[in-house]
């Protein structure tokens, strides 16, 4: 079973999708991580992010640097919004995604153009979102946890800018596809929203078995 689990930043998809791939026992890919690792090349080998083909350039990492805990600040975030815009950047990592969706067994896997680019076919897909509002705030405390002292102002400001840029770019923009289920996670807890995401996830699930089955 293949579920594809989209979204805004901060909105719960990670987390969720994490959460899908244990209570199924399917291999998981934060594909976030891709373009975070092509942002943090750049940022290193003092490239242009905003140039293609030095963010193409980058796009040759080592595996071992999806480990690295600098891939995770809100600055690599915002680098990894303007290198993910250019259609090349997105080509070379294409076949990674698409291997991943496809190996036997199936896969979750979470980002921007899951189910409308890297997995058109998944079993299930889920549109994961909440306020930009609500969304700063939990980035804001989760920044805070790591010693941060970046003002509210300035995180809901950078996820606006981000959502802009991610829904705006003319290739594999950040939308909901026409198949997938929407979950608005505002107003959710952690635990509550997982609960609703297998929830939902069973419901397609279920209907694909009994497609298959005999009548
Ligand atoms: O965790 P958060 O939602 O803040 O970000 P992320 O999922 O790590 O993604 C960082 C950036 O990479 C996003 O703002 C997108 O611009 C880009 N991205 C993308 O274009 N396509 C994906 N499948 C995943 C991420």
């Avoid at 829904?167 to 979950?183: F, I, Q």
Wanted: aromatic share 4%; with cysteine; charged share 25%.
């Amino acid at each position: 079973m293949i579920i594809a689990v989209d979204g805004p930043a901060a909105s719960g998809k990670g987390t969720i999708a994490k959460a899908l791939a244990r209570h199924y026992g399917l291999p998981h890919l934060d594909t976030g991580l891709l373009y975070r690792a092509v942002a943090l090349t750049v940022q290193r080998m003092e490239l242009d992010p905003a140039k293609e083909a030095d963010a193409v350039a980058a796009c040759d990492f080592d595996d071992a640097l999806l480990a690295d805990p600098a891939l995770r600040t809100d600055e690599i975030g915002q680098l990894a919004s303007i290198v993910s815009a250019h259609p090349l950047v997105r080509a070379a990592l294409l076949h990674r995604q698409k291997r991943f969706a496809r190996q036997p067994g199936g896969a979750v896997l979470d980002g921007r153009d899951i189910g409308t680019v890297i997995a058109p076919d998944a079993d299930a897909k889920l549109f994961v979102k909440a306020t930009p509002q609500i969304r700063a705030q939990r980035r804001h405390k989760e920044l805070q946890g790591h010693g941060s002292t970046v003002s509210f102002d300035k995180v809901l400001t950078d996820i606006r800018g981000r959502d802009a840029r991610d829904s705006g770019r003319s290739t594999a923009p950040l939308v909901m596809a026409g198949d997938a289920v929407l979950l608005d996670t505002s107003f959710l807890s952690i635990d509550a929203s997982v609960q609703k995401a297998i929830a939902l996830v069973e419901v397609r699930r279920v209907r694909a078995v009994s497609a298959t089955e005999p009548q």
